[in-house]
């Protein structure tokens, strides 16, 4: 028996004007989704605990089968055991986002925040960047590492955990009402606008129509994580495939082993094929039990507020990623099941992640359940199925198995 999870990003949505009532999922063209629809158990799950924010940090640890009230110490730690960071247990790490502000000839105070992502800067260009903020910004006791294309760290030694506001949270505000109170990150913050507004870099990104990486911003704080291992918890041997540096995380906190897929880049023009391909290997000839494909694409385009990007998005995830693996395991008459869900929504209509319930797809290839005729967020609230603690969601995945 194999099991995959396919967690599309931000996938879900609210219905659209514009759509003509739709969300951005019910207008895709998803046949492969609504194919295994027809013979899945559809339903809908909370992967947000109740008084928790609504972040792909605490909802993809709630899908991997960990409670976030239990296991969640903040975001960028978790990407700070992707990128390999020895933290103290009393370090504290910080997502250092490259954003675009307003250069609007004002105080810092007064810019307003266009992009948490720089029109998805590539991976080459923000390093060159960061570097410019580490020379411009040394400082003793802080340390910033590279990560992926916007998103990358800052290390507080021996630091405080604070409250901090995610860029993707305010964008099109104006940043004077959530700066940090910390002064040290203030002046850091604003140094770095001063640093990156005229970089060579960012001169030729403005030629090009590219929003500018001219800020850093700081959010996501929190202490060293530690996670029981995956394997050790379920019995599964598991495999990461995933661009962004938070599920590699995870994966790592987890003790789990990750694929990197050349050309993946937790962007809309990721390599979706590629990572179909290293889910089928992983699964058929590297001996793997189970496999997590992350997609970021769809969480990208919510915030970008983006609905034709959004529905290519998930196109793409159900053409390119969805069918191939069925399709594969199909053919060689494997028996698998398979998870699809997001790990929460990320609407259009406000551009930021929200904490409501998303619906799930569970498919078993060896029952013909009655189904619907569609995986979307109107038939997943129609359901009667509702899982309230999400963490608990990979455990059926697994254990259905043993029920029969």
């Not at 590629?274 to 058929?284: E, M, R, S, T, Y």
């Not at 992350?294 to 034709?308: C, F, N």
Request: aromatic residues 6%; hydrophobic residues 35%.
């Amino acid at each position: 028996m194999k099991y995959i999870i396919v967690l599309s990003d931000g996938m879900a949505g609210r219905p659209l004007e514009e759509l003509g009532g739709k969300t951005t999922l019910e207008a895709a063209d998803t046949p492969n989704f609504d194919r295994l629809a027809e013979k899945a158990e559809i339903g809908l799950a909370s992967m947000v605990p109740e008084g928790m924010a609504p972040g792909s940090d605490t909802a993809n640890l709630s899908v991997m089968g960990y409670d976030p009230k239990i296991y969640y110490t903040g975001r960028s730690p978790l990407e700070a055991l992707s990128i390999g960071v020895d933290m103290a247990a009393d370090d504290v790490s910080f997502r250092c986002n490259l954003v675009t502000l307003t250069e609007d000839g004002g105080a810092y105070e007064d810019q307003k925040i266009i992009d948490h992502s720089s029109s998805e800067i590539s991976t080459e260009d923000s390093t060159v960047l960061l570097e410019a903020l580490k020379e411009g910004l040394k400082r003793e006791g802080y340390e910033f590492y590279a990560g992926t294309s916007y998103r990358h760290l800052l290390i507080w030694k021996h630091g405080k955990v604070l409250e901090l506001t995610a860029p993707h949270d305010i964008l099109t505000k104006t940043v004077g009402e959530y700066l940090p109170k910390d002064m040290v990150l203030l002046d850091m913050m604003k140094k770095s606008y001063e640093i990156l507004k005229d970089h060579p870099i960012n001169v030729e990104r403005k030629k090009q129509g590219l929003n500018p990486a001219n800020s850093a911003w700081f959010w996501g704080a929190g202490t060293r994580p530690a996670l029981a291992s995956f394997e050790e918890k379920t019995g599964r041997k598991g495999v990461m495939i995933s661009a962004v540096d938070l599920l590699k995380g995870i994966a790592v906190g987890a003790d789990m082993d990750r694929i990197i897929v050349e050309g993946a880049n937790g962007g809309l023009h990721t390599n979706y094929e590629g990572k179909a391909d290293a889910a089928i290997h992983a699964l058929l000839e590297d001996g793997y039990d189970f496999a997590y494909v992350h997609v970021e694409a769809p969480d990208e385009m919510g915030h970008q507020g983006s609905i034709p990007d959004k529905i290519k998005a998930i196109e793409n995830i159900d053409q390119k990623i969805i069918g191939p693996i069925v399709g594969e395991l199909e053919d060689l008459c494997m028996d698998f099941r398979m998870l699809v869900l997001p790990d929460h929504p990320t609407p259009i209509c406000v551009r930021t992640h929200t904490g409501n319930p998303v619906p799930y797809l569970l498919y078993d290839s060896r029952k013909k359940a009655e189904g619907m005729p569609e995986y979307s967020e109107r038939l997943g609230n129609k359901s009667p199925l509702f899982e309230k603690e999400g963490h608990r969601l990979l455990s059926r995945l697994f254990e259905m198995d043993n029920e029969r």
